[in-house]
């Protein structure tokens, strides 16, 4: 038996886009595969939406824009963001999301997060759950609001005070 993974196509990501409802946000896939050293993640965010600036301390992140538009702010400058653009979010580097009018689905990629560390991002208590981690810190924006929460384990929203 060959230990020998082989490549094959793993979403759609069109399909897989038009399939979300409008007001859908999040994750709409992960990559989830055993023994992986990336994870991927396909995001929605509907309608003025936003990830609350924030910088990733850890990883490098590729953003490819797939659908919709918006605006990336590197907190010098507002940057378009349409389909088919590609966007570097190097680690420790400001980065702030807003979608347009449509909506915005991206694709980030960035290298797989070692298991369970100090400080680290949340997550089951093993280290990081098979499925892909959250790109950045998406795993702590609020659905409702978009805001970022400090705390990993909070309960509530500190904007909006929706239970998370």
Same mark, same amino acid.
Request: proline share 4%; charged share 25%.
């Given at each position: 038996?060959? #230990?020998?993974?082989?490549?094959?196509?793993?979403?759609?990501?069109?399909?897989?886009?038009?399939?979300?409802?409008?007001?859908?946000?999040?994750?709409?896939? /992960?990559?989830?595969?055993?023994?992986?050293?990336?994870?991927?993640?396909?995001?929605?965010?509907?309608?003025? $939406?936003?990830?609350?600036?924030?910088?990733? #301390?850890?990883?490098?992140?590729?953003?490819?824009?797939?659908?919709?538009?918006?605006?990336?702010?590197?907190?010098?400058?507002?940057?378009?963001?349409?389909?088919?653009?590609?966007?570097?979010?190097?680690? #420790?580097?400001?980065?702030?999301?807003?979608?347009?009018?449509?909506?915005?689905?991206?694709?980030?990629?960035?290298?797989?997060?070692?298991?369970?560390?100090?400080?680290?991002?949340?997550?089951?208590?093993?280290?990081? $759950?098979?499925?892909?981690?959250?790109?950045?810190?998406?795993?702590?924006?609020?659905?409702?609001?978009?805001?970022?929460?400090?705390?990993?384990?909070? /309960?509530?929203?500190?904007?909006?005070?929706?239970?998370?």
């Amino acid at each position: 038996m060959s #230990t020998h993974e082989t490549s094959r196509v793993l979403v759609d990501i069109d399909t897989c886009v038009a399939g979300a409802r409008e007001a859908e946000r999040g994750a709409l896939w /992960r990559l989830a595969e055993q023994g992986r050293q990336l994870d991927a993640n396909l995001v929605r965010l509907p309608a003025g $939406a936003e990830v609350t600036g924030h910088a990733e #301390t850890e990883l490098d992140v590729l953003l490819v824009v797939v659908a919709g538009e918006g605006r990336l702010d590197n907190g010098v400058e507002s940057q378009a963001l349409k389909p088919g653009a590609v966007a570097w979010l190097p680690r #420790t580097s400001h980065r702030a999301l807003v979608a347009g009018p449509d909506g915005l689905a991206y694709l980030t990629v960035h290298r797989r997060r070692s298991g369970l560390s100090i400080g680290g991002s949340s997550g089951s208590a093993g280290g990081a $759950a098979e499925g892909g981690e959250a790109a950045c810190a998406l795993d702590r924006v609020c659905p409702a609001c978009g805001a970022l929460r400090a705390e990993a384990g909070a /309960r509530f929203c500190p904007r909006c005070g929706e239970e998370l």
